[in-house]
Antibody, heavy 120, light 110 residues
Framework: QEQLVESGGGVVQPGRSLRLSCAAS????????MHWVRQAPGKGLEWLAV????????YFADSVKGRFSISRDNSKNTLYLQMDSLRTDDTALYYC?????????????WGQGTLVTVSS | QSALTQPASVSGSPGQSITISCTGT?????????VSWYQQHPGKVPKLIIY???NRPSGVSNRFSGSKSGNTASLTISGLQSEDEADYFC??????????FGTGTKVTVL
């Protein structure tokens, strides 16, 4: 069945970097846009970034633009989120999600999330 | 990229209907049909329940329906059941080619 599994989360100090991965299976990964979404503890959903099916275009939320980058390796069915200059307010559960079509949403398949804690 | 505005909480008795609003702007909800709704139970992953304003994915109860007027989208839950108690988030495509989520609404079944 279709599945997304995130990894790479953990505890990191402010100012450091972390790379998250999202392994996809059960569907044609290279055919769909992919998103990253995060949820701070007890808070709502915050959209972060999208990448097109072929990696040709990428868009970011203002809150992470210039600090986070998104990429994908279709040969490995894997999505990535490179997070630099991390701040304490980046602490959240990070989800990857599949776009139902291209890049406009909706997000019809979500992973279980990986927890990132930014703390000194 | 301000979050779409939703009421913090909505409640209803079993069997009743409730409606959750999602107010955006002329840069997101207004011009686009790419408006979706997600249900999230505590400790669980968000689940898509409405897409393209009013379409339901396969397997989603027809008690959930969506609509849009101007810059405001709405989710209606008919025949409210205890299992509907959850957080609900709207989202929209934007003129910046990004997505934006709503602030979230906690639905309580009395």
């Amino acid at each position: 069945q279709e599945q997304l599994v995130e990894s790479g989360g953990g505890v990191v100090q402010p100012g450091r970097s972390l790379r998250l991965s999202c392994a996809a299976s059960g569907f044609s990964f290279s055919s769909y846009g992919m998103h990253w979404v995060r949820q701070a503890p007890g808070k709502g959903l915050e959209w972060l970034a999208v990448i097109s099916f072929d990696g040709g275009y990428k868009y970011f939320a203002d809150s992470v633009k210039g600090r986070f980058s998104i990429s994908r390796d279709n040969s490995k069915n894997t999505l990535y989120l490179q997070m630099d200059s991390l701040r304490t307010d980046d602490t959240a559960l990070y989800y990857c999600a599949k776009d139902r079509r291209g890049n406009r949403g909706p997000l019809d398949l979500w992973g279980q999330g990986t927890l990132v804690t930014v703390s000194s | 990229q301000s979050a779409l505005t939703q009421p913090a909480s909505v409640s209803g008795s079993p069997g009743q209907s409730i409606t959750i609003s999602c107010t955006g702007t002329s840069s997101d909800v207004g011009p686009y049909t790419s408006v979706s709704w997600y249900q999230q139970h505590p400790g669980k992953v968000p689940k898509l329940i409405i897409y393209d304003v009013s379409n339901r994915p396969s397997g989603v109860s027809n008690r959930f329906s969506g609509s849009k007027s101007g810059n405001t989208a709405s989710l209606t839950i008919s025949g409210l059941q205890s299992e509907d108690e959850a957080d609900y988030f709207c989202s929209s495509y934007t003129s910046s080619s990004t997505q934006v989520f709503g602030t979230g609404t906690k639905v309580t079944v009395l």
